[in-house]
Each structure stands twice: as C-alpha cells, then as structure tokens.
C-alpha cells in the first residue's frame, strides 16, 4: 500500500518535472530564435524536410478522406432530398475538423518521429554537447530552426489536406454519384463564412502546429541517450501529439461555439 | 612569446575542493589542481575514475557540487549562459567519441566553427580547414562523411575541429586511442608542436604513459575521487608511491584494483539467481 503510494508519488513528480523542462525548453527555443532571421537558409532547409517532404502524405490521405466524407455525406443528404449541400458538409468538416486535425497527427507520424530520432540521436552521439562545446547553442542552431519551420508547416499542410479533400468529395458526390455541379460550388461559397469557418479552422491548424513541434522536439531533447531511450521518445512524439491534438480540438472546438 | 619557465604562476584552470556526484556515486570527493599556462597538463587514472567527467566541469557542461572551478579567474559554474559560452570560444574540447557532426562531411564538420563564430570569406574558410586537416594528415579525406571515417581518422578530424578556432587552451580526450604507431606519433607531435609553438595550453587524458610522459610538463593522477600523485613526469617516475608505480608501469598486480567494484567473487557466484 505504501509502495503503491510512493510510487504514485513518484510519478507524478516525475510528470511536473518534466512538464516543468518542456516549458523552459520552450522558453529557450523560442528566445534563441531572433538570430534564425539572419539565417534563413537554415530555417528553408527545415521546410523542405520536415513541409515539402510530408506533402504527399497529406494529400492522398486528404483525398481519400474527402472521398469518404462524399459518399457518407451522400447516402444521408439524399434521404432528406439534400444533396446539393454536400459540398457545403465536405468543407465545412475539412476545413473547421478533420483538415488541422489530421494534419497535425499525420505530421507528427511522418515529420515529428524523424525530428525526435534525429535529435535524440545527436544527443546520443554526443553531437550536441560537441556543439555546445564549440559555443554553438544546439537550441539555437538545431532546434529553433525546425520548430519554426514545423510551426509554419502544419498550416499549410492543413490547408492542403482541406482542399484536396474538397476535391475528393467533389470527384465522388459530383461525378460519381450525380449531385449538380454548380450548386456543390455555389452552396460552398455562400455558406462557408470566412470569419467564423475558415479562421476557425486556421486557428486551430496554428496551434496545433506549435504542439506538434515541440512535442516532437522536446521528446528528441530529453531523450535518454541510448538506443531504447531513442526508441521510446520517438513513440511517446505520436501517442502525445495525436492525444494532446484531440484533447485540444475539443477545447478550442467548444470554445468556439461560445 | 610565453615560455612555460616565464610565467609559473599563471594558472588558467583553477579547481579547488570539487567534489561532484552521479547519483549516489562519489566521482570526485576534494580535488585540488592547476593547470598553468602554456604547459601540456596530463591527467590520467584508472578507466571510470571520472577523467572525461573532470574535463565537462571544466567547460562547463556540468556543475559542481561543491568547490571551485575557475578558468582564467572566471568561475564557471556561476557564468551567464552568454559569458560561458564566450570562455568556450576560447577552449577547444576534443571529445572522447570525436562528436562529429553527422550529417556535414569532413570539410564542412571542421569549417562549422568558423562559420558559426566569424564572417570571414569562403576561400578564407577554405585555407583555414585545409591547413587544419594537412596538420592532421587527412586533407584528402575531406570530401567524406563522418560513417566512412575509422575511429582513428574521427578522432583527428575532431581534432582539427577543436583546434580551427586557435583556442587559448584545448582539452584532449583521450587523443591516442585507436591509433596507429604512425598517426600516434604524428599526433604527439602535433599536439607538443600546438602548445609550445602557439604557447596554448593544453590538458590531455589518457591512459598512454609513455606518450603522455613524452609531451606533458605536469601530470596529475586520480583515482577514488582524489589526486593521488602529481608532479613532473621525471617527479612521478621517481615517486615513492606504489600505487603510482603500478600505475605507471602497467603492472596487473599493486595496490590499484582492475575491477569495479563489487562484493568478493566467490560470494558473487555462490549467490545463486539473487542478482
Ligand atoms: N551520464 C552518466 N550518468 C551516470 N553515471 C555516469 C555518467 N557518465 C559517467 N558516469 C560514471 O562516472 C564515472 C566517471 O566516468 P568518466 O567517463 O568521467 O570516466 P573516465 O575516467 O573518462 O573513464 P575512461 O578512461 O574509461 O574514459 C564512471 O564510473 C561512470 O560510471
Ligand atoms: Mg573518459
């Protein structure tokens, strides 16, 4: 009983402890990121590593989930006698749900595992300490670079997603299954506010983007420096992005809603 | 220009009663020493008595737990995250594993410094790392990555890394191990040639006695957390102690234990599956 205790204890001292760390990891990142404008080569080169490499993904998942929104959009609009409003219930889910959040957990599943094992690594090898040794601030060279750089991807990764699965649902609902051509496009464009839909949805992509980014890239910082430390942390990058990414997606959602 | 005999007070690295711990373990327990300008100081001791612990201390990397550890009259453990790495500018560290830079090759590796701390033009850049890399014999390597080098060669590149700033002190770790007779003696001429030459001053661990005897002007010997011996090499050649002797020699047999240690080994093995 007192062993279970302890250990709860422990735990969560544990837990803070590290919480406590991922913030002034934060901190640190975020103020040793000034010096990354005069630098901006290394923060493109992130771009195209961690944004331009996760493009496909996103798209052919983005296409496939806005074919299924179609056909499932369809088969209950059409009971109602609805269905020109199928373009309207493909966006709106895209572009306020399933665009900032599958982006954000398909990126932390391609981008966010290779920056926590890339990092972990260097810290394995001793690559960072190497730097620091030189004077060079690793949370400075290494690490600002790609949080800015996976912060400003998951946007517009999500913005990708929503349009190509837009085009899904267009490709199934209008071409396969009938639904009229212009009004899909006509009811999209009068019902979907910018304001309140589009923002909505960006805001929800920009912070998620943040979490993603220093979930993935503190797990790599604070990895124990071996082999299954490694490991671990690059799991623990998906488990904790996609939990926090859906527990946040609820807040900001009902926020919203206010 | 400094000679060693000119300044015998002119102590860079100061450390005064460390005493440091990783978790419940002593590493150091009162350690006292000098290492004074222009001089190649050697520390050596037994593997895992906290050498390559003793050098993160110094640059910085670790703290104290207690005592002092001042470089150039700058307490290193109480300096800004900005001072700090100001001082190590100026200090070269040669890491134990080399802690090359993966994905740059070796040219890029050894010029990474330079970009980082200074402005200078590319062809500048260029003389500098080949110079560097000619001194450690590997400037036809240039053009390969860190996996394509044996740990001999990393170990020079690192070398050659540590050295690309011209720092006023750099610390070796380990420099001889896993080379060949040839690149060892190049090596030890290397690094005598950069401290007595450019007047650095240098700290160089290692476990080759005779090597390190060669070049260094003042050895220090730890063992158990505490400076057991120190003095010239002739001093501790001399020394009337037998654990220095021992150690000195190689000899399996003295008063320095080859193991880790643990509880006696009869009793180890008649303990059964209890751990
Ligand atoms: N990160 C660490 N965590 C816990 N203990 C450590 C760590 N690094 C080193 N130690 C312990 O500290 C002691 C000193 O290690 P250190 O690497 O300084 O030894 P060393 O004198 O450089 O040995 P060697 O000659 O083999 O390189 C070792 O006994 C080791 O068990
Ligand atoms: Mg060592």
């Known amino acids: 009983m007192m062993d279970a205790l302890a250990k709860l204890g422990r735990g969560a001292l544990d837990f803070f402890e590290r919480l406590g760390r991922g913030h002034l990891f934060l901190m640190y990142v975020l103020a040793g990121s000034p010096p990354l404008l005069l630098r901006l080569r290394l923060w493109t080169q992130q771009m195209y590593s961690v944004g331009v490499l996760s493009l496909l993904i996103v798209a052919v998942a983005g296409l496939f989930v806005g074919m299924v929104l179609g056909l499932q959009g369809y088969n209950t609009l059409v009971d109602f006698g609805s269905e020109e409003s199928l373009g309207v219930m493909v966006a709106l889910s895209l572009v306020q749900e399933l665009g900032p959040v599958l982006a954000a957990v398909l990126f932390a599943a391609r981008a966010g595992t290779s920056l926590t094992a890339e990092i972990g690594l260097m810290k394995t090898t001793e690559q960072l300490s190497g730097m620091e040794m030189m004077a060079v601030d690793p949370l400075q060279r290494v690490i600002a670079p790609r949080f800015w750089a996976s912060f400003v991807s998951v946007p517009l990764l999500a913005a990708i997603f929503s349009a190509v699965g837009v085009f899904g649902g267009y490709f199934v609902g209008v071409g396969l299954l009938g639904v009229d051509d212009g009004a899909f496009w006509s009811q999209i464009q009068s019902r979907v506010d910018f304001h309140e839909d589009v923002m909505n949805g960006v805001i929800k992509s920009v912070v998620f983007g943040f979490v993603a980014a220093w979930i993935a890239l503190f797990e790599g910082y604070d990895a124990v420096p071996t082999s299954e430390g490694v490991a671990r942390a690059t799991t623990r990058t998906v488990v904790h992005t996609s939990i926090a990414v859906l527990g946040l997606d609820f807040v900001l959602t009902a926020l919203m809603f206010d | ?275």
């Not at chain 2, 036809?140 to 700033?165: I, K, Q, T």
């Open chain 2, 1 to 275: 220009m400094l000679d060693k005999n000119t300044h015998p007070d002119d102590v860079v690295v100061k450390v005064r009663d460390l005493v440091f711990s990783r978790g419940s373990r002593r590493i150091f327990n009162g350690v006292d020493l000098d290492i004074r300008r222009g001089q190649v100081t050697a520390i050596m001791g037994p593997s895992g008595t906290g050498k390559t612990t003793l050098l993160k201390l110094i640059g910085g990397q670790l703290r104290p737990e207690r005592g002092t550890i001042e470089v150039e009259g700058q307490n290193v453990a109480q300096l800004s995250r900005r001072k700090l790495f100001e001082l190590r500018k100026r200090m070269g560290m040669l890491f134990q594993s080399g802690a090359l830079l993966t994905d740059l090759n070796v040219y890029d590796n050894v010029a990474f410094p330079i970009r980082e701390h200074t402005n200078l033009p590319e062809s500048m850049i260029r003389d500098l790392v080949l110079m560097k890399l000619e001194a450690v014999g590997l400037r036809g390597a240039r053009g390969l990555m860190p996996s394509e080098l044996s740990g001999g060669m990393a170990r020079r590149v690192a070398l050659a890394r540590a050295v690309a700033l011209d720092p006023m002190m750099i610390m070796y770790d380990e420099p001889f191990t896993g080379q060949d007779p040839i690149s060892m003696g190049v090596l030890v001429q290397l690094i005598d040639r950069l401290n007595h030459a450019l007047s650095l001053t240098s700290i160089v661990v290692s476990h080759d006695v005779a090597e390190t005897s060669a070049i260094a002007d003042y050895i220090y010997v730890l063992s158990d957390g505490k400076v057991v011996d120190h003095g010239t090499p002739e001093a501790l050649g001399r020394s009337q102690s037998q654990w220095v002797q021992q150690f000195m020699q190689g000899l399996p047999d003295g008063p320095v234990p080859f193991h880790f240690s643990a509880p006696p080994y009869g009793e180890d093995l008649l303990a059964g599956g209890k751990g």
